[in-house]
């Protein structure tokens, strides 16, 4: 399984929305649904409080995602544009492949 993990901070106020955008059934999941290979996403919030987060996109395989990117490239800039507004920091903290199975 490869596994692609990013880091949120949601802006002051908009944190129901952004969870909603994030979440496993909000706006990125549903559009990575139409991706082969999409295994799910999970959305997680500091225990410390504060607005950090963090996503967990699970692909079968690196070769699904990135086929997934080059075909909906497009679509996928634009729900990053639209989806900026509701985070003050976004940072990728990796891709990772599964070594459990």
Known sequence: MHVIIWEFRA???RETEFEEA???AGTWARFLERGEGYLGTELH??????????TIDRWTSRD??????R????EYE???????ALTEHEAPLGSFLSVTG
């Open 78 to 84: 634009a729900i990053d544009l639209r989806c900026e």
């Open 45 to 54: 919030r500091d225990l410390a409080g504060g607005r950090r987060y963090v």
């Open 22 to 24: 994030y979440g496993p």
């Open 11 to 13: 802006r002051q106020g």
């Open 64 to 69: 699904d995602f990135e086929s997934f990117k």
């Open 71 to 74: 075909r909906f490239a497009e």
